[in-house]
């Protein structure tokens, strides 16, 4: 008898550590997943609007010819790039608080509680991105329509493009950015302060977390109408100095940097402006 139930208590946690273990490898995939199709879709598109381009061809959704007004199809896809370019842009640095919540329900399951998918705390962060990206794609075709952005989708102004690296300059330095970064730099102290159980709490996370990302970072994407929405090495740049800032050692410090660099940066631009009038 004795050996009976230490049999089925062996099988029991071998088959929690098997699922521990898929489990495990789940996330990791389906973050590496979702990050490199993410950039696989915008080299793809970048590639697409390139060819067109040296051929004299503006058809691509949301590249129609300046003041003409954006069909239903220009807007699906400007949000669909959008989108994509944020999953491509912010998993990367979201990994450690979606690992955490996974380990913190891995545990829980060894231990014979009730856990929830990670999913559904990707999902209430991904929810937050999707309302910024409706937000950015409003914006490009009020950029459009007044004939600000030129077609590869930078700002046609040189005041424009000097007021946004200007402004996200100064955004560094308000507490408001500092409070957010905060969170985003500790994420076991965000599970720790903002845990909520079910799955309406790991959605709610979800949320608060996808909050504080959008606060520490929604300025930084408008530097994307500086250079050129799809400049892939410029949205590169961003996406690697969002990680850094909010994943590496010194990214207080590198954050302040930044701010001091686009400021200077936005006067510059500004400065030539007013000399070439």
Wanted: hydrophobic share 55%.
């Amino acid at each position: 008898m004795f050996w009976r139930v230490s049999t089925g208590a062996k099988a029991k946690a071998d088959r929690v550590a098997t699922l521990a273990g898929s489990d495990r490898v789940l996330v990791w995939g389906g973050l590496t997943g979702l990050t490199l199709g993410a950039w696989g879709y915008l080299l793809h598109l970048h590639r697409g609007m390139a060819g067109m381009a040296a051929d004299g061809m503006s058809g691509l959704p949301g590249m129609t010819p300046m003041l003409a007004p954006w069909t239903a199809a220009d807007l699906a896809f400007t949000f669909t790039m959008w989108a994509v370019m944020m999953v491509g842009m912010m998993l990367p640095s979201a990994a450690p608080v979606i690992l955490l919540f996974a380990a913190v329900n891995r545990k829980r399951r060894e231990q014979g509680g009730v856990a929830v998918p990670t999913a559904v705390f990707g999902l209430g962060y991904l929810v937050v991105w999707g309302g910024f990206c409706v937000v950015a794609t409003s914006a490009q075709e009020g950029l459009h329509t007044a004939a600000l952005l030129s077609l590869a989708l930078a700002a046609a102004s040189p005041i424009l493009g000097g007021v946004l690296l200007i402004g996200a300059g100064l955004y560094q330095l308000t507490p408001l950015k500092q409070v957010c970064l905060a969170h985003c730099r500790s994420p076991l102290g965000f599970l720790m302060t903002q845990w909520r159980e079910g799955f309406g709490g790991a959605f709610w996370m979800g949320l608060r977390h996808g909050g504080y990302c959008l606060g520490c970072c929604w300025v930084l994407m408008g530097l994307l109408f500086v250079a050129g929405v799809m400049n892939l090495l410029w949205v590169a740049a961003i996406a690697a100095f969002i990680l850094l800032e909010k994943a590496g050692p010194g990214g207080v410090m590198i954050g302040r940097v930044a701010s001091v660099v686009l400021i200077v940066a936005g006067l510059a631009v500004l400065g030539q402006a007013v000399l070439r009038m």
